[in-house]
């Protein structure tokens, strides 16, 4: 039983260390200039010596605050009238939804580059945020979590007098907080590593995003840009700490569903 709890522990760590490498290899070499000598030089650039650096940062974490924000809102409307609700079509909308949520994401550039051009949105940051809303994961996600949601309780609010919004932001979000966590952390991340969406509704290099833009390595620059790659690391990381735990109850209860 030792011997098995020793090999079983020696795995995990092995994992863990192999999965810790990419992070630990773009910290330390982003120390270092080109020439191997130890430098805080490539740091000080990104963080406080060039604003270009955050100025991109910020402006993407703007873009994906605002698609997770409006992506939240349609999935947790669209997820509670999906899970308890019944209307005409239902069955239908929701193949279509799951049909959707299949297709790469490839498929869809094209028609919705069309769109975005009759409507005169190309090359605004509008054309990044307004399609990434209405991604169908999270509606998927949270129809799935919130069949959970006993319907004695909800009926038991609505005897209270409540209305649906009361109900939804009552009752059934926190009782759902897993799923609601799971969405807007996958919402961040998505909106947050886009790469195809900018490079076709954006024409200028000064207007991508920080995700687009770290695939761009100048000579002489390797350093700084693993160095940006830390700083792009701060947000998954620090919204993985906070909602780690909401977000494996959030995946295990949709799985469950």
């Known amino acids: 039983m030792k011997k098995r709890r020793f ?8 994992l863990a260390l192999l999965c810790l490498a990419p992070f630990v290899y773009v910290l330390l070499r982003g120390a270092r200039n080109d020439a191997g000598a130890w430098t805080t030089q490539n740091y000080y650039k ?4 060039e604003p270009g650096y955050l100025i991109r940062f910020w402006k993407s974490l703007g873009i994906a605050g605002s698609i997770t924000l409006g992506q939240l809102i349609v999935s947790i ?20 939804l799951m ?14 580059y069309i769109v975005l051009q009759k409507m005169e949105l190309l090359n605004t940051y509008h054309a990044l945020i307004l399609p990434a809303i209405f991604v169908p994961l999270g509606t998927f996600l949270l129809t799935q979590t919130f069949k959970a949601v006993p319907n004695e309780v909800l009926d038991a609010a609505r005897l209270d007098g409540c209305s649906t919004l009361g109900i ?3 009752v059934a979000i926190p009782m759902n ?26 024409e200028k290099f000064r207007d991508y995003p920080i995700s687009v833009a770290l695939a761009t390595v100048s000579p002489g620059t390797f350093g700084v840009q ?5 700083l792009v690391m701060i947000p998954p990381i620090l919204l993985f700490l906070v909602f780690d735990r909401e977000l494996v109850e959030g995946i295990t209860l949709g799985e469950m569903k």
Do not use: I, R
């Not at 090999?7 to 092995?14: G, K, N, R, W």
């Open 168 to 170: 939804l932001a009552k």
């Open 7 to 14: 090999f079983s522990f020696a795995l995990l760590a092995l």
């Open 226 to 230: 693993l160095a940006c790659c830390a």
């Open 99 to 112: 049909a959707l949520m299949l297709m790469p994401l490839q498929v869809t550039l094209v028609p919705n």
């Open 77 to 96: 409307l669209a997820g509670f009238g999906f899970a308890k609700y019944k209307f005409p079509g239902k069955n239908v909308l929701y193949f279509l």
């Open 46 to 49: 990104v963080f406080l010596a």
């Open 177 to 202: 907080k897993g799923g609601v966590a799971c969405a807007l952390l996958l919402s961040f991340l998505d909106g947050w590593n886009m790469v195809e969406q900018p490079m076709v509704f954006l």
